[in-house]
């Protein structure tokens, strides 16, 4: 396959050959990938071996001890998925939506964001944040997670954490933080969902695009897209949609906290928002309800909240 989309070529995928399917290599991408491969096979009736995984480390997994914000954010997620599909190398990559970038190269499409899983986080290492001890050490990656927890505990000592759910499981299983957050959904794709507590969304909701797994592929690859278009979800891709309508108006990047979540109720969308200071002690948040289908809606809903934020608020989103 070429990037120009050589309909030729591209017929070949999955049908004399198998398609192949980029995936970073962590033991969570790599279910999320099987889920993918499991629906394309479903929807085009296609024998197992027609789909094949390509895993890839990403430069995120490389780094380990700093925060992703500070060397290079939710590109380092993505980049070496990009370079292998302009390449040809494979027709399509799968990722956690709340890890790709607001704005993506005209030459790639997100044609795909399949059912959305559990969108909270769970709290492992205490039943509730209440109950965590005073000064606790509490290991996130998340501006956002960070700012949620200090805006109701002020006390507890947030501290960075890196690497895939098993490492950070390990790290708290010896000790070297009392607790630390997890998305349910990747819980739940690892069969894991006995770990941790629910944190109810009124206390913290969930980053944009939380729990939702999308594909992407060349634009210019007709056959492609429409081989993905079968394995998605209308309603998850319009909520998800709006979601990050929202949040490319806040112009965020990996250090603004901000949280998101719309839920598609027949015709009306509903979008809850929040934006944070990092210590928590700003939060302004709102809720929008309008028609499927208005993305100006999400938008004034981020220009409203920004007029309402203090200068120091809306300079944590460049304005």
Partial sequence: MTANGDDKRELLAGIDRPLRLGTRQSPLALAQAELAATAILSTQGWRPDQVELVPMVASGDKI?????????????????????LLDGDIDCAV???????????????????????????????????GLLPQKAIVGTASPRRKAQLLRRRPDLDIRLIRG???????????????ATLLAAAGLDRLDMGDV???????????APAQGAIGVETLAASNHMRKVLQEISSTATSRAVTVERLFLKELTA?????????????????????EILLP?????????????????????????????????????????
């Fill in 279 to 319: 210590d928590g002690s700003e939060c302004v948040s709102d809720t929008s309800e309008f028609a499927m289908g208005d993305v100006a809606a999400p938008v004034q809903l981020a220009k409203k909240m920004l007029g309402q934020a203090s200068p120091e608020l809306r300079a944590v989103f460049g304005r």
């Fill in 164 to 178: 895939n759910v098993q490492t950070r499981l390990k790290k708290i299983e010896q000790g070297e933080f009392a």
């Fill in 196 to 206: 941790g507590s629910e944190i109810p969304d009124d206390i913290m909701l969930p």
């Fill in 253 to 273: 990047d990996c250090h603004s906290p901000v949280a998101a979540l719309a839920v598609a109720n027949q015709q009306k969308i509903t979008l809850r928002a």
């Fill in 95 to 129: 990722h956690s939506m709340k890890d790709v970038e607001t704005l993506r190269p005209d030459m790639f499409i997100i044609a795909a964001i399949m059912e959305r899983a559990d969108t909270h986080d769970r709290l492992i290492g205490a039943d509730t944040i």
């Fill in 64 to 84: 380990q001890d700093r925060a992703l914000a500070e060397v290079g954010g939710k590109a380092l997620w993505t980049k070496e998925l990009d370079r292998a």
